[in-house]
């Protein structure tokens, strides 16, 4: 069996297998796999008795539902008015020289994903970034290599 | 001047109250339509912005009949510049937890849901944990309501109340036709009430001090307090609790670095207002006796005079397209076309007067977009545009 599967197994047992119960096992699956694959939303749809198409369609409204493949951790920089205001531009350049990606992209080992997402809700803190589910607020380019070297070194 | 209106600092969101299982037992030993009756009276309008009188809302969803009802806490902060509901849940969750199970009495509900965004995930534990001592005073006292948590997973289209209904029916959150309303038919087609974090904080208040201490602060039409998120170019971001109906120049003095050029009031949804106008702009409901009043969800986001309005709008449009939902034309369209509008003008590429078409444009999308989203595009732009039109242009 293949362990993906698996997993949309128990989160169908743990959650159930109408359609209201669809999004939270989406997000089981991307809590887990980092994004959903095609294979993932086709046995979401069998599982759940859905047209893929269903799957598909719902997976894909959502921001944080990735449907091509991320790091383990996922950075999401706010790029909403404020922080773009307090310095969004400098928290990415400090990223992506750290990391050596651009915008958009992965790692090669995998470990880090760069994207910008909308407003957070920490705009009194500007500017504002998620790793994962974890915030992260006032930022500085200083603090994005100390937050960033811990990562590296998990 | 609107008023004379002082800005007046009201501590009663955040005040801690360790007492909820008290309001909760007196409260719920009273009858449904006295606490109805006090919820009208003290004239609370719904706070996520729209400004919906809740205690109507809780009437009419009383008065449908259905075998199942649910209470819905809307914990879907979305709009830039609002941050107060994430400090609610985590400062005083029972507040909220309180009313959500008042208006299970009230209309008849055995079941509620908060519906968190993805973004405040890292709120689940400490919510979780709060929910499960509320469950446990409730079975002490043999009350039937139950509480979960639903998370949303980053669309911003969510926090419109029937795309909300759509997202937890497992869905794309598309915003449905109104009517029907929620309160006739919200989630699984079932009577709902659906409140934001703030407004159900609000109802504790009322029915913890009674509907006149809450109806006492505030102006005409705008009764109570609210709370600010307050972001931009100031000296004191953060979150305020203050009395409606105070002036923008009042809020400006208190709020701004000295060089404010122009206050956002209501998020990218809401209004810009430039520095000439703070005078006559009153915060709070639309009513009859003042001037401009602009209704808000609470965010207010100053610029002082080294900000570009042109980059400010740029962000707005660039958050409604990434953020709209795609269903109707007006809106996809619409956001789309608007910034390629604006680059154009900005570019040189098209005249000055292709913004005159551009206001025509939001004037359409606010007469035939589906949803608020759509329909609101038109305040910030236009708000923006007529205010600010040479940076628009060069």
């Known amino acids: 069996m293949n362990l993906v599967t698996d997993l949309i197994k128990d989160l169908a047992n743990q959650h159930g297998r109408s359609r209201e119960n669809l999004l939270p096992i989406l997000q089981g699956v991307v809590e887990q796999e980092k994004y959903l694959s095609e294979f993932s939303m086709i046995e979401i749809a069998r599982e759940l008795d859905l047209p893929a198409s269903e799957v598909y369609g719902t997976a894909t409204f959502y921001s944080f539902l990735e449907h091509k493949k991320m790091g383990t951790y996922i950075i999401r920089v706010c790029k909403t008015i404020t922080c773009s205001m307090k310095g969004k531009n400098q928290i990415l350049l400090a990223i992506e020289d750290m990391l050596k990606i651009h915008l958009g992209e992965t790692t090669g080992d995998g470990r880090f994903s760069l994207l910008e997402t909308n407003c957070l809700g920490w705009c009194h803190k500007a500017p504002a970034m998620l790793i994962n589910d974890d915030v992260y607020t006032e930022l500085t380019p200083e603090r994005i290599r100390e937050i960033l070297s811990d990562y590296m070194k998990k | ?394």
Request: net charge positive.
């Open chain 2, 1 to 394: 001047m609107v008023t004379n209106y002082q800005l007046k600092r009201v501590d009663f969101i955040f005040r801690n109250e360790n007492d909820y299982e008290d309001v909760l037992s007196k409260t719920i030993a009273r009858k449904p339509q006295e606490l109805i009756n006090e919820l009208i009276s003290s004239e609370l309008k719904g706070r996520g912005g729209a400004g919906f009188p809740t205690g109507l809302k809780w009437k009419l969803s009383s008065e449908s009949k259905a075998d199942e009802k649910y209470v819905i806490c809307n914990a879907d902060e979305g709009e830039p510049g609002t941050f107060k509901d994430r400090e609610i849940l985590s400062k005083v969750p029972f507040k909220v937890l309180t009313a959500m199970a008042v208006c299970g009495h009230v209309i008849g509900a055995k079941r509620g849901f908060i519906y968190l965004r993805g973004e405040y995930k890292y709120l689940k534990p400490e919510l979780e944990k709060a929910i499960s001592e509320f469950a446990y005073y409730c079975k002490e006292i043999k009350f039937d309501f139950s509480i979960h948590i639903f998370m949303g997973s980053g669309a911003y289209i969510c926090g419109e109340e029937t795309a909300l209904f759509e997202s937890m029916e497992g869905k794309r959150g598309e915003p449905r036709n109104k009517p029907p309303y929620p309160t006739n038919s919200g989630y699984m087609n079932k009577p709902t009430v659906i409140n934001n974090v703030e407004t159900l904080a609000h109802t504790f208040t009322i029915f913890k001090y009674g509907a006149k201490r809450f109806y006492d602060l505030g102006v005409q039409y705008s009764r109570g307090s609210k709370l600010f998120s307050v972001s931009g170019d100031t000296p004191k971001p953060g979150i305020y609790e203050l009395e409606l109906g105070m002036s923008l120049a009042d809020f400006v003095d208190e709020f701004g670095d000295g060089d404010t050029k122009a206050v956002q009031v209501g998020g990218a949804s809401g209004f810009l207002v430039p520095r000439k106008k703070f005078d006559v702009t009153a915060i709070g409901y639309q009513g009859k006796l003042t001037g401009i009043s602009l209704p808000t969800g609470g965010s207010m986001m100053l610029f002082n005079s080294s900000r570009s309005m042109y980059n400010v709008l740029d962000n707005y449009l660039e958050f409604f397209r990434e953020e709209s939902c795609g269903q109707c034309t007006p809106c996809r369209v619409g956001c789309q076309q608007l910034i390629k509008g604006i680059k154009a003008v900005k570019r040189g590429e098209k005249n000055a007067k292709y913004l005159d078409k551009l206001l025509r444009l939001t004037e359409t999308m606010q007469l035939t977009a589906k949803c608020g989203l759509g329909q609101s595009v038109a305040n910030s732009f236009s708000s923006i545009v007529e205010n600010f039109r040479e940076e628009m242009i060069y």
